[in-house]
């Protein structure tokens, strides 16, 4: 499901912004003519677990997001990400006999 999100809102934008809070999931891109977003919901079939110790946002590079998460799923079904506010993401990928997959990818900070 991340995989197939990321490849929807990369049609749209260079970089998603990844957004949570309680009760979702949000990965929204934007450019001068049209927008894309996906939500995850709690209780979403495609979501194992959900934990969310505030609400935050960030935002990525959708290149660099969708070879990260292409290299992960090929060889794992689960995936747990972490972010925070304007800090990096964490993409985990359990893979058989307790091996992992990390990948970190730092985000796009605009200056004030």
Do not use: Q
Not at 34 to 40: D, G, K, P, T, Y
Not at 52 to 79: C, H, I, N, W, Y
């Amino acid at each position: 499901e991340l995989k197939k999100a990321i490849a929807d809102v990369s049609l749209v934008g260079d970089f998603v912004k990844f957004s949570a809070d309680n009760e979702r999931l949000l990965l929204t891109a934007e450019s001068d003519v049209s927008s894309a977003s996906v939500e995850f919901s709690r209780t979403s079939e495609a979501v194992i677990d959900f934990d969310v110790k505030e609400p935050s946002a960030a935002t990525f590079d959708t290149s660099m997001l969708e070879k990260m998460v292409k290299a992960g799923s090929a060889l794992a079904d689960v995936v747990t990400l972490e972010f925070s506010t304007n800090k990096p993401i964490k993409l985990d990928f359990r893979l058989p006999y307790e091996g992992k997959l990390i990948f970190y990818l730092a985000p796009r900070v605009e200056a004030e």
